[in-house]
């Protein structure tokens, strides 16, 4: 699977975008990008994932650059319960084991 | 709609004492998983199953066992614990899209 590269830590205003880039220059054609976050030591939640157009859902939007080389996961409207630890993984959708590789993350702080 | 479910969620252990963490799913899943997370760190495979009776090694497995009689159930078991097994596990199942976590369970090995 392919490395990804993330900001170690971030500040957001609660009520205003959140916007969490993700570098992953060394992605295949077939490898999906894929947002967790993990807050204060749960078990992780998935969030979204895309190949390359963009994706939106109920908890966040995912923006991929047409090179596919870096993406943003976009949190509308963040909340201080938003508080928490966001993971970018690239990994091939199907995979055998359909396992994923968790990097260090991006610990995002919402606050008031 | 329970999800995954981990059992117990704290525990204790001495040197040298085994125990099983629970596991189970009720996601009709094949894929299956451990992960362990120590203190300020992120989260590193154990061992994974891709169905009932098929297992396998991932990133961290010495210490550890699992087996995968049924479809739901997914236990790991440590046989000898070491104060460097002291960590919090995490059980997840998968469909094709995406991988469901339980809450944990945090182990002290003392």
């Known amino acids: 699977d392919a490395k990804t590269t993330q900001p170690t830590s971030m500040d957001c205003a609660e009520g205003r975008a959140a916007n969490l880039p993700c570098n992953h220059s060394t992605i295949s054609g077939n490898e999906y990008v894929y947002w967790y976050r993990q807050i204060h030591s749960q078990g992780p939640q998935y969030i979204i994932h895309g190949l390359k157009n963009n994706e939106t859902n109920e908890m966040a939007s995912l923006i991929i650059t047409e090179d596919r080389k870096s993406s943003t996961l976009i949190l509308p409207h963040a909340t201080l319960r938003d508080t928490a630890v966001y993971y970018c993984i690239v990994r091939v959708f199907k995979a055998a084991g359909n396992k994923l590789t968790f990097g260090g993350g991006t610990r995002v702080l919402v606050k008031p | 709609n329970a999800g995954v479910t981990q059992t117990p969620k704290f525990r204790i252990l001495k040197i040298g004492q085994s125990m099983t963490l629970q596991c189970t799913q009720d996601?009709?899943?094949?894929?299956m998983y451990w992960y362990r997370q120590d203190p300020g760190m992120g989260l590193k495979l154990i061992y994974y199953?891709?169905?009932?009776?098929?297992?396998d090694k991932g990133e961290v497995p010495n210490g550890y066992n699992v087996s995968r009689s049924t479809t739901e159930d997914f236990p790991l078991r440590l046989e000898l614990a070491a104060p460097s097994q002291t960590s919090v596990y995490f059980c997840?199942?998968?469909?094709?899209?995406?991988?469901?976590f339980g809450q944990g369970t945090r182990l002290t090995v003392v």
């Open positions: 199953s891709v169905g009932a009776g098929i297992t």
């Open positions: 996601m009709n899943h094949n894929y």
């Open positions: 997840a199942s998968s469909s094709q899209a995406a991988a469901f």
